[in-house]
């Protein structure tokens, strides 16, 4: 069935009564209804339920949507049956349900009363699941929260590679595939994974203009929290800390100074949890201290700040966690407090596990530190790591854009950096590259006989901040590339080849040393 702009949003209308898509919707949605496979990249409350819901209703059969969290699956069937008189209009299959309740779906779905039927991945390669799929004509396959294929996620769950061959099994249909986590390697795969390459891709920007990155060095960490909430008095705030006895402690401590503050952690009964998120909600109390377990799926718009007193793990993360900032729209202060001895924190908190998990781990922290540490806007720094292009210069609302570091002449340098990894090639990373730049003889750099290059050393008059400095530059201005399947090697590209040939001015500003910038401050 063919459906013109007019008709679609009719149905919107109908169904969901709104009266305009927001962002890529409407052109995922004719995507998906001309049954083609569909990759979506939005952010997290761009809207991407509705880019399979309003699909499954128009289209004949039944759309299988797999979910990771049984909480989120009922929300969402619950929601989908206010919008319908047929109740059964959604189901969902998993553990969770008895025998009579598992009848009663299947019956509804045979009887065509069901457009959506929603399953986690463990009970879709359930054996009677799949013979129960084999029967009945199923629409196109929605995959949400697709990040779980990856490992380079934040959030791996293994079940999620056993659906392609479930699907397989059951019969083909097209896929649609979600996610809010859109770094290319997870992107590339998801795709992969899923048998989708060829896929038609939608990507929203992730930019959040309203929201203000700043990081700070953790350095008399609570009184600077606690003059920042005081500055703030009546502004709704989260307060992340990585562990349970740290969120307890501060808030302890917060409270001892007269503000309105509660814990949320996931050691906490289940009863005292909900009773502290909704005092939080209800502006009962203006802060809240937690671990990462509180704020998936809470939607509270008018959150002002949120405060990093550890740093996360990933930048994935960090973009979740700040996204909970100004979602209305408004202001939103992301304040993080960053020291290097948190990084070493995280990587012993890494110790024991597989190895490979480790070293996934280990490179995603570089990313965070490097972008702790540069002195780039951070905007730019946070979208490039997600694949996108800011190209404004300044973007006025990061704190290494309001208060810009002197900029240094870098061009000569630049080209030098470029030349040196042209003759590296792309078996290399960006600290294997800086350290033959400044001749630091490791062991790598001997067994590969680098020592005895014309570069070792060649940029000795440099320390190896500056040149990470010059190599981020190289990065963000897109003459290097980032090899996507081998995580962390660098290689250079056309674009950068051009710059060694004709080099054009070019400026960097130099990483902050935290500890160095304090001790100016204190002086
Ligand atoms: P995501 O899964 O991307 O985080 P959701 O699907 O939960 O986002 O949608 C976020 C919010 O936006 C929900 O409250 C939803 O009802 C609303 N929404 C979705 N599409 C529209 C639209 N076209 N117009 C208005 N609101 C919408
Ligand atoms: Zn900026």
Redesign the pocket.
Known sequence: EQYDSASLHGKLKEYFG?S???GN?EAVIRNVLEGKDTFVL?P???????CYQLPALLMDGVAIVISPLIALMKNQVDAMRTFSAESGIAHFLNSSLNKTAVTQVRSDVLAGKTKLLYFAPESLTKEDNVAFLRKIRISFYAIDEAHCISEWGHDFRPEYRRIRPIINEIGPAPLIALT?TATPKVQLDIQKNLGMSDAAVFKSSFNRPNLYYEIRPKHDVDREIIRFIKQNEGKSGIIYCLSRKKVEELTELLVANGIRALAYHAGMDAATRAANQDAFLMERVEVIVATIAFGMGIDKPDVRYVIHYDIPKSLEGYYQETGRAGRDGGEGHCLTFYSYKDIQKLEKFMQGKPVAEQEIGKLLLLETVSYAESSMCRRKTLLHYFGEEYTEENCGNCDNCRHPKPRIDARAALRMALEALRDLGDKFKTDYLINVLVGKNTALIKSYGHNKSKWFGAGAEHDARFWGAVLRQALIMGLVDKNIENYGLISINKRGEDYVAMPYPVTVTLDHDYDEEEKEAEA
Do not use: D, E, H, V
């Open positions: 709104f305009s898509f927001k919707q939005m997290t409350g761009g809207g991407k339920s509705l809010a």
